[in-house]
């Protein structure tokens, strides 16, 4: 485990952001403008429980990891969260205590497709929640808790039906962006609406921006649309 220098501060109660109520009807144009959106990937697994008893069982055999391992202040249903850092990627568990297991899993992982100063504002979220503990808005929680403690994030190559959900849910209190990654690693902002069938290409993303945080930090404007 290394030391990082992206350093996260525990977030204040959060604020509406002004900009995402300022336009009431953006979403409802965006979900026009991003139902070409690849929208495959299938994360239900029955399997999931199983993974989490073995990922608790090596956390706690484990004494490096587990004193690695930091509170966070978010309180939902009893749940516990405790969060790691490990090579500039952060780790979120959602604990049951009751049960003494893991029931949610959230790692930030960092973006080889980004230049090195993209690399300081984005992580891609992944998240997997057990069977019995989801719609309980575990995954909500944990991508606010990240958005306000100042930092952004981006969508991997592919989203779930219900990851997809989260984001446009989440649009309403930050901003959305559509971008693309160029051939030299940049982000680039698109103007909307993009292109009909433009989110079918790999390096099309969407992004949500952090509290505080600026898309100019690490986005330059497409010279054009699809090219």
Not at 104 to 130: G, I, M, Q, S
Not at 146 to 164: K, N
Request: glycine share 6%; aromatic share 8%; net charge positive.
């Amino acid at each position: 485990m290394t030391a990082s220098t992206f350093c996260l501060q525990l977030p204040g109660p959060a604020i509406p952001t002004t900009k995402a109520q300022s336009s009431p009807g953006l979403l409802g144009r965006w979900a026009l403008w991003l139902t070409e959106l690849r929208i495959d990937v299938d994360l239900s697994g029955r399997d999931i429980q199983r993974e989490f008893d073995a990922l608790y069982d090596r956390i706690r055999t484990n004494h490096r990891t587990r004193d690695a391992m930091r509170p966070l202040p978010l309180h939902l249903r009893g749940l516990v969260f405790r969060l790691r850092e490990a090579d500039g990627e952060y780790f979120v568990y959602a604990i049951d205590p009751l049960r003494n297991r893991i029931v949610a899993y959230t790692v930030f992982n960092r973006l080889v497709e980004v230049d090195r100063r993209t690399d300081r504002h984005l992580r891609a979220p992944h998240t997997k929640v057990a069977h019995g503990y989801r719609r309980m808005g575990i995954a909500t929680a944990i991508y606010r808790w990240w958005l306000d403690s100042g930092r952004c994030l981006m969508t991997g190559a592919r989203q779930s039906a219900g990851a997809h959900g989260l984001w446009m849910a989440l649009a309403r209190d930050y901003e959305l962006a559509a971008v693309r990654i160029d051939a030299n690693k940049r982000v680039q902002r698109l103007q909307l609406p993009p292109p009909p069938g433009f989110f079918d290409a790999l390096d099309t993303r969407l992004v949500l921006v952090g509290r505080d945080c600026r898309l100019a930090d690490f986005t330059q404007p497409a010279a054009c649309n699809g090219q």
